[in-house]
């Protein structure tokens, strides 16, 4: 037998016997509730090898880091999505309506996530000229800081960071030169 949770359903293999034929018997689990199916993220294509470049480079400088990502709208594009996180399979994927409400004030939002112990900081992001560009999000440790505020803090001093090296919204999208 297998239990397939996705489909609700436990498939039972029956063997012949006699003059009963081998069967595939199908079970739906009753008085439980449906199980909830994931939406398909859309991945939109992106090219920002300069972005992806500047976001590992952050990541290899700040190793207490669980995870940076850059979401900005495409210069050709409408709407706004990751593109780049140290993850590449997120790549592509549409910022969520969470991310949005989280910098609408434009201040730091960063609570204590307990699947570790991180501080989900999300913060508007700006390049070096200060125009904003779109949001920033990342996982500081706890171990690394004292309290929201301290992670807070120590995230503003990663977005300073990443903002010197992003002279324009476009320029996340240029090939660098030695590629």
Known sequence: MSLFPKLNRLFV???QSGQQKAAILVYKPVNVL???ISPVEIMQPVNAPRAEEI???TLSAH???RKVGLHVIPPSGEKMILIANGNATRIGISTSEGDFAAVKNGKIYGPKIEDGQFYNMKMPMFDAQGRSIGILVM???GTDAASEEDAAQKAAA?????????PSLESLFVTTAGE
């Open 13 to 15: 293999a029956v063997p």
């Open 34 to 36: 449906e199980p909830k």
């Open 55 to 57: 976001i590992l480079e």
């Open 63 to 65: 190793p207490l880091l």
């Open 139 to 141: 996982e500081i440790a």
């Open 158 to 166: 990663i977005r300073k960071e990443v903002e010197s090296k992003i």
